[in-house]
């Protein structure tokens, strides 16, 4: 055998004899350990010299956000319980990365733990709680994925009373986790989370509010007369659509009336009286205005 | 604010999406190189550091993935004892070594002594074409050099396996690339 022979079948088999296969890689990163991983480094600082993101607003939009959460009172305990607890159910979690955040990070101090979900365990289920919803969605997911659950969270910029709640959900054998202290404008109390069986494993997806940014506009709502909206403690319901005016200057907000169920677009106040309504973004909200003795009935008044 | 917020999440998207990519292959190279103990922790850093200076990624991302994980083989290295290196490079190696058949165990064996023998710099990139299958520019962004120079390098290497394979050459003798020295971090400083 010549030498460019010898060389050649020599690196051939040194090719066939990788001691790490890439086949045995395929499923790497999809497993929990990857996830625990991804889901540290995005709640760790993004920039080497601790710089703050491109756009300081960005904080204080979460701010922003936070305060009008805890200022619903929807999920203040939830959130102090979850940083309180995060070191505990980090630990006693039956997750095995999870209990050793150290291995995992390096030991680095620099990265500090991901409490964007509560998972606690109780007579055999597991409490989720979803405690920042300002995360992006592949965080949450992955931090999902790290504990074992195919669930995937999809937020959504959500009328005030709805921030830090659970808007949508179709994921089957759970029960709704409901904070009583909280009240959405929807009326009754906030969704904060749910419990799963321990040994849950169905897909299933579920949608988080989250606040929205100034402009922007909900895609989910309450009624805007309820606790936390815009208007709530106007005592607007069943006035006069004129006797708005005042008090939306006053609030700084613009309106889209809706007319016996159908939108007007004469900038002028209609006839009628207001009967419901939900914001549209922070700064717009939509009256319902019903008109008696019309063609279309309307939404029945509400009572705030 | 909307446009930050969306500047930072098209981040946090963007790593996201490198993260999935790439995790196994970077994880396969940091095994290959440290065996599976201290995989774990090095990956880790890698990608720690990626997230910190993802401006900095190329599109192609792995090679400058594994040129991170090159670094922080060389700062683990730098802190161990000698005896600890021999001792990691023995388990790496060992899965060379097992085979079905007597004779595949005899040449594996040759082949990892053979592999074992070589310089780092020769080892590695040898590494990058056969183990992590990078082609010669991809293989010369890890390492930090030109194609031309990978090429020159890789048909060394070659040369020097195929000849400690077959006994030729014994292993005090092998070549060291000038100005290399037998350690990796000769080659991270080089860059």
Known sequence: MNDKRMTENVVASLAEANPVPAVELIAAARSA????????????????DGRRRAGAGLAGTRTLTRKIWL??????????????????????????????????????????????????????????????????????????????????????????????????????????LRDGNCDT?????????FIVPASFTRPGNVTVGRAAHPGEQYESTASVFGPGEALQGSGLVGKPAADALPVL???????????????????????????????????????????????????????? | VSAHHGSAEGRETRFTELFARSYGPVLGYVRRRVGTESAE??????????????????????????????????????????????????????????????????????????????????REVLRLICWEDLDPADAARVLGCSTAT?????????????????????PHAVAVPHGARQDPVSIQEKR
Request: aromatic share 6%; net charge positive.
């Open chain 2, 41 to 122: 922790d090095i990956v880790a850093e890698v990608f720690f550091t990626a997230w910190r200076h993802l401006d900095r990624a190329p599109p192609e991302a792995l090679p400058w993935l594994y040129r991170i994980a090159w670094n922080a083989i060389g700062n683990q290295r730098r802190g161990q004892a000698r005896h600890q290196r021999l001792q990691q490079r023995a388990e790496v190696l060992a899965p060379l070594r097992v085979a079905d058949h007597a004779d595949e165990v005899a040449f594996r064996d040759t082949l990892a002594i053979a592999l074992d023998a070589l310089a780092e710099p020769d």
């Open chain 2, 150 to 170: 990978l090429r020159v390098r890789l048909h060394r290497a070659r040369k020097r396996l195929a000849r400690l394979v077959q006994g030729a050459e014994p």
């Open chain 1, 33 to 48: 350990q990857a996830d625990l991983l991804l889901g540290r480094i995005l709640s760790s600082e993004p920039y080497p």
């Open chain 1, 185 to 193: 404008g929807g009326g009754g109390g906030c969704w904060v989370g």
């Open chain 1, 71 to 176: 200022g619903t009172g929807a999920a203040t305990v939830a959130v102090a319980a979850a940083i309180a607890v995060y070191g505990q159910t980090a630990a006693s979690n039956d997750n095995p990365a999870a209990s050793r955040p150290d291995a995992v990070a390096g030991g680095r101090s620099s990265v500090r733990p991901a409490h964007l979900v509560d998972f606690s365990r109780r007579d055999g289920s597991i409490v989720v709680k979803i405690t920042d919803p300002d995360a992006p969605s592949s965080q949450l997911n992955a931090i999902f994925r790290a504990h074992g659950l195919e669930i995937k969270v999809n937020v959504i910029p959500v009328s005030p009373s709805l921030a830090g709640t659970i808007v949508y959900s179709d994921v089957q054998s759970t029960r709704e």
């Open chain 1, 249 to 304: 200057r006053v609030r700084h907000l613009t309106v889209r009336w809706m007319v016996n169920g159908l939108w007007t677009h004469s900038p002028a106040t209609p006839d009628g009286l207001i009967s419901d309504g939900m914001g549209w973004n922070s700064t717009t909200v939509v009256i319902d205005v019903h008109v008696p003795g019309a063609k279309s009935p309307g939404p029945p008044v509400r009572k705030h």
